[in-house]
């Protein structure tokens, strides 16, 4: 069905929210999350066309304060038309004076990719060609899981997850001793041999001081394609001293808080590559804002979660680099992204074709 986007309107916005279980729970250096915590959003519209987006809460505690902050967005927003640069214009407006961060960030964002979803649908179009782009297969690495846990387990972990369709997955570091990390790294090389790609993430916790001395020792074991987020998100200046006495790259991004953040990121040489989160960047809107950032840098843009949207925007993405894959919202999708040899295919479903399956969100509402 093709309908004439300018005159679409909002009619309203409901959030439900869910707690999904993990197949693979996930140990960080910062925290276990074993149970997905998302907030589906359904825009309904004049059309009536449904647009459909999810956040990700990281836990239960979370849930109410984002799912009352969407509802509250919809209430400004009833009779409006879907416009996504005039809704992010209005709602920003709206939350100046408490701050457009966080999760205030992470509703607006939802309601973005919502929006882009509706326009999509409206003619017919996946979100690449809605963005000018062609759909085209994207390469992706295996996020699941392959956390902080005894060696034996890392090591089946990560044969596992090659099994399932990949050539690249992501290790979680960050042991109290270097020498425990270094272990890890050795065991699971050892394990997947020297074709796959293997990225490593510390979730910001360590130190400067040691994120350089573990980052000097990455270096000499050799065979990492990143180091993800070394020290604490917001250090620009910190991260910019460990990329500049670390020679694996330095990959940040998942915590900028909208292209702004991004942008003084890179005026800091604060990393090597970038990848953005769509909830914390900005939704589909955002991440057009730093896909552009990242071309002009000249720096490679990659994916954090949302893997369904993350598909459909690497491809018009000018310096595309990896999507991040994990399978959380699962669950609650009538049709989940699949990878076929190590590649996530390009989506032909009209907006974001995410569609959920009722009888599992019921199930699962928190």
Not at 56 to 61: L, S, T, V
Not at 95 to 105: A, K, Q, S
Not at 195 to 201: A, N, R
Request: glycine share 10%; hydrophobic share 50%.
């Amino acid at each position: 069905m093709v309908v004439k986007a300018s005159k679409i309107t909002i009619r309203s916005l409901s959030a439900r929210p869910v707690m999904v279980p993990m197949k693979l729970p996930l140990q960080t250096a910062t925290g276990a999350v074993e149970q997905a915590a998302l907030v589906l959003i359904d825009l309904e519209t004049s059309a009536g066309i449904a647009g459909r987006a999810y956040l990700f809460a990281i836990g239960r505690p979370h849930l109410k304060p984002i799912v009352a902050l969407v509802e509250a967005m919809g209430e400004m927003l009833a009779g409006d038309a879907v416009a996504p640069f005039d809704i992010e214009k209005k709602l920003r407006a709206k939350y100046t004076l408490l701050g457009v961060h966080n999760i205030v960030l992470f509703a607006m964002s939802g309601i973005d990719m919502a929006a882009w979803d509706v326009l999509g649908q409206s003619l017919g179009q996946p979100l690449t060609t809605l963005l000018g782009g062609t759909p085209r297969a994207v390469r992706a690495y295996n996020s699941k899981g392959l956390g902080i846990m005894p060696l034996p387990k890392l090591v089946r972990q990560a044969k596992q997850l090659l099994d399932e369709g990949f050539d690249a997955v992501k290790l979680r570091l960050g042991r109290a001793d270097a020498a425990e990390d270094m272990a890890a790294l050795r065991a699971v090389q050892k394990a997947i041999g020297d074709k796959p790609t293997l990225m490593v993430d510390f979730n910001q916790g360590l130190s400067v001081a040691e994120a350089i001395r573990r980052g000097r020792m990455i270096d000499a074991e050799g065979g990492v394609l990143w180091i993800e987020e070394p020290v604490r998100a917001d250090d620009f200046a910190g991260c910019a001293k460990v990329a500049r006495e670390v020679a694996t790259p330095i990959q940040i991004g998942e915590n900028f808080m909208g292209p702004e953040q991004m942008a003084q990121a890179l005026a800091a040489g604060a990393c090597d590559y970038v990848m953005p989160d769509l909830q914390r960047i900005g939704g589909v809107t955002g991440w057009m804002r730093a896909a552009a950032l990242a071309q002009g840098a000249g720096v490679e843009m990659s994916s954090h979660l949302f893997s369904e949207a993350s598909a459909q925007l690497l491809p018009v993405t000018p310096t595309a680099h990896w999507l991040e894959y994990v399978d959380w919202a699962d669950p609650v999708l009538c049709e989940p992204l699949r990878i076929v040899e190590g590649h996530a295919p390009p989506s032909l479903r009209p907006g974001l074709g995410l569609q959920w399956d009722e009888k599992a969100v019921k199930k699962y509402l928190a």
